[in-house]
């Protein structure tokens, strides 16, 4: 086992809406802790966000095939990763994890503080999802950070743009109501007509001739897996937005 060198280590699964919610649990970290190193364990193309936006030092990647054992109870652990997890004096999981048994195989071979944080928000209290993320880390002294995701990408971006998204969620009943998502798109567009919409692969849009076009892509953009496949539904999505 590796003797600890200060580091923190978050572990994030999920979407990307998921952990854009996770970003003020990095963001608080780094103000707290000011020059110790912030790894991220998560799927890679969504976890570089916080590398690129400065929160984290480094990622690494959770679909690893030697973490399998870390999820076995009692299960064979990769000399490799029992060396990775040794290194660090913090980690927080957002992984869900209800009998422990992750938990307990890093605790194997981790002497870190470990906290476990919920996996998702408490849908039936109201309590905003980036609060509930931001719970545990009152074990380490952190009280009412600022709650809102940030992330700071001007140093990496090649030009530019002012950019919009439109982000209802998926799997949950919210995201069952087209209503909700179009009048929000709708009380946007006043601010938001103006802007380009990018899309590579989902609506196949790049500069939509008038808000209603806009208003049409940028409510698909999201929910393509429900509506942009079928094209009785692209006409139900016309009409409601007509």
Not at 55 to 84: K, P
Not at 171 to 178: D, E, F, I, L, P
Not at 200 to 217: D, E, Q
Request: hydrophobic share 45%; glycine share 8%.
């Amino acid at each position: 086992m590796s003797k600890s060198v200060g580091k923190i280590l978050v572990i994030r699964g999920g979407a990307i809406g998921d952990f854009i919610l996770t970003l003020p649990v990095l963001a608080a970290l780094r103000q707290q802790f000011p020059g110790i190193p912030i790894e991220v364990l998560g799927y890679p193309h969504i976890v570089n966000l916080a590398r690129a936006g400065g929160l984290a030092d480094s990622v690494h990647s959770i679909e690893a095939g030697a973490l399998a054992g870390f999820f076995a109870r009692n299960g064979s652990l990769d000399e490799r990763l029992q060396e990775f997890f040794g290194g660090f004096a913090i980690i927080i999981s957002y992984l869900f994890d209800p009998d422990e048994i992750f938990h307990s195989n890093v605790a194997r071979c981790s002497r870190a503080q470990f906290i476990a944080g919920p996996h998702r928000p408490i849908e039936t209290e109201p309590i905003h999802a980036t609060e509930v993320f931001l719970h545990p880390l009152e074990r380490l002294a952190i009280f009412q950070p600022d709650s809102e995701p940030r992330l700071n990408l001007a140093a990496v971006s090649k030009r530019p743009v002012k950019t919009l998204a439109a982000h209802p969620g998926s799997g949950s009943a919210r995201c069952k109501r087209v209503t909700g998502p179009i009048r929000w798109c709708w009380h946007c567009l006043p601010i938001c007509k103006d802007y380009r919409l990018r899309s590579t692969n989902l609506c196949r849009l790049k500069t939509p001739p008038s808000t209603r076009t806009f208003a049409k892509a940028l409510v698909a953009c999201r929910l393509s897996q429900i509506w942009a496949q079928s094209s009785a539904c692209w006409l139900r999505l016309s009409k409601i937005i007509n």
